[in-house]
Structures are given as structure tokens and as C-alpha cells.
């Protein structure tokens, strides 16, 4: 029989507060967020960064296999969200005026869904799926950083080098989640 892990559950439920409070902060108070956004815009911003934040610590500390299945988690919670509220009134960046989605928000999307599918394989061979075996599994590690990496960029670059238009003076969570990720691409 495996050991089995003990989760730390006072850890998890930390970072997610800690992620929900920050989104709650910036998007509410300093933001113009109205409160109505509430239960799926801003639980939207706090899944996205815990999922990054528990994924890049799954893959800084292997022996913590939780936090992979825990991102895996929030990330669905992500995507199912995201796919709830896609449209210009959250993410007008990503529509022309004719409210098609233009350039930016195709990349930004194609990289997500890349992302995901990416860790979704991922998770199959951690789980003995041989049929996903020809897959290396430190290519599929790397590619989901690089394909996330890539969505946190097309997501807000535009807002990420001027400090003087950010919320409260507080970086936007792509730009928060975009260091975790380069941290867990050099931390590899």
C-alpha cells in the first residue's frame, strides 16, 4: 500500500484566501469592479492565480504530487468561468468593434487551451496512462509553461509596464502569475 500524502489543507485554503483577497482589493476597491462581478469575475481572477501558484509549486517540489491535482482542479473551475463570461463586456481587449474576437484574443485563448490540454496529458501519464508514454514528460512540463506563459502575456502585457495605471498600485494577477511561471521555468 502507498503512503499516502497528508494535504496540508491550512496551506491551500492560505493561498487561495490570500489570491481571493488580492483580486477582491484590486478589482473592488481600486478598481471599477462593481460587486455584482463578484461571484464569477473576481472567483475567476482568484482561480487563475492559485492554480498557477499550486502548479509551479507542484513542479519546484515533485514530492508535493497535491498541488498538481489541486491546480488541476481550480484550473477547470478556471476554464469553465472564463467560458461563462467570454465576451466584451470582461475582456474587451480581446473584441474588435464588430465584437469578434481579434488577434489578441485568439492567441491569448489558443495559448490557454494548449496550456490546459498540455496538463491534462500531463496528468494522464502521472497517472500510468500508458497511451500518453510517448510524450517526455519534462517536454510536456516545459510546454505547459511556455504555452501558459504565453496566455498570461496576450492576457496583459499592455497593462504590465506602466505601474502608474495600475489598481491601487497593485500588478495585475497575469503579471503576478507570469512571475511564478518564469520562476518555475528557471527553478527547473
Given at each position: 500500500m502507498k503512503n499516502k500524502q497528508v494535504i496540508p489543507w491550512q496551506f491551500i485554503?492560505?493561498?487561495?484566501?490570500?489570491?481571493?483577497?488580492?483580486?477582491?482589493?484590486?478589482?473592488h476597491f481600486f478598481?471599477?469592479?462593481?460587486?455584482?462581478?463578484?461571484p464569477l469575475y473576481i472567483?475567476?481572477?482568484a482561480l487563475a492565480i492559485s492554480s498557477?501558484?499550486?502548479?509551479?509549486?507542484?513542479?519546484?517540489?515533485?514530492?508535493?504530487s497535491y498541488l498538481g491535482g489541486i491546480s488541476y482542479i481550480?484550473?477547470?473551475?478556471?476554464?469553465?468561468?472564463?467560458?461563462l463570461i467570454l465576451s466584451p463586456v470582461y475582456f474587451k481587449k480581446f473584441y474588435s468593434n464588430d465584437f469578434e474576437l481579434n488577434g489578441l484574443g485568439n492567441l491569448s485563448l489558443l495559448a490557454?487551451?494548449?496550456?490546459?490540454?498540455a496538463l491534462w496529458i500531463y496528468h494522464q501519464i502521472k497517472k500510468g496512462n500508458t497511451f500518453y508514454a510517448v510524450f517526455q514528460i519534462k517536454h510536456i512540463r516545459n510546454f505547459i509553461l511556455i504555452t501558459?506563459?504565453?496566455?498570461?502575456?496576450?492576457?496583459?502585457?499592455?497593462?504590465?509596464?506602466?505601474?502608474?495605471?495600475?489598481?491601487?498600485?497593485?500588478?495585475?494577477?497575469?503579471l503576478v502569475a507570469m512571475f511564478f511561471v518564469l520562476f518555475g521555468i528557471f527553478k527547473k
Open positions: 485554503i492560505l493561498v487561495f484566501s490570500v489570491s481571493y483577497i488580492y483580486a477582491i482589493v484590486r478589482y478598481g471599477n469592479a462593481p460587486l455584482k462581478d463578484f472567483t475567476n481572477k498557477v501558484v499550486f502548479f509551479v509549486s507542484y513542479l519546484v517540489n515533485k514530492k508535493k481550480l484550473v477547470l473551475g478556471h476554464i469553465l468561468i472564463s467560458l490557454g487551451i494548449l496550456s490546459f490540454l501558459l506563459g504565453l496566455h498570461l502575456l496576450f492576457m496583459g502585457y499592455h497593462e504590465w509596464f506602466n505601474p502608474l495605471t495600475w489598481k491601487g498600485y497593485l500588478p495585475p494577477i497575469s
